[in-house]
């Protein structure tokens, strides 16, 4: 009788370490789902890759215009800006005219989101507008 406790007791510790080291790798996931979460939470547009420097005066200039100066910054220098800095001037573009023509909002989100690779830093901010602009 000694020995079936003895054997019963071994199998509830291992049972009880194993349940142990479960819950050990869902805490270690969840924190580094968080720490992934805040690192991408922490892009900075001006740093985007895709757009030249001398750009960023005349930018800058079009986004105290709102959205109709955005729309002519993006008409005008399009083709020297590439992604994912496009993207990004795009969705402030998206925000910003919105209120007022919500179906051109929705049209270059869409453009925007077909563009953009789950690889790419604007990605979440894309999943972020996706419930509002689609």
């Given at each position: ?15 009880g ?5 479960l819950?050990?790798e ?5 924190k580094?789902?968080s ?41 005008q ?24 023509d ?19 830093p ?13």
């Amino acid at each position: 009788m000694t020995k079936v406790i003895s054997v019963f007791v071994i199998v509830l510790v291992l049972y009880g370490g194993w349940e142990l080291f479960l819950y050990w790798e869902k805490v270690r996931d969840e924190k580094e789902s968080s720490r992934k979460a805040a690192t991408a939470a922490q892009v900075v547009p001006e740093q985007l890759p895709g757009m030249p420097y001398t750009l960023e005066p005349t930018l800058q200039a079009a986004q105290k215009g709102g959205a109709a100066g955005l729309k002519n910054w993006l008409r005008q220098y399009r083709s020297k800006v590439t992604d994912p800095r496009l993207a990004w001037i795009e969705l402030d573009y998206v925000v910003l005219v919105a209120r007022d023509d919500p179906a051109e909002a929705r049209r270059v989100f869409a453009g925007v989101k077909q563009r953009t690779t789950p690889a790419s830093p604007v990605y979440e901010r894309v999943k972020q507008l996706e419930k509002t602009y689609e």
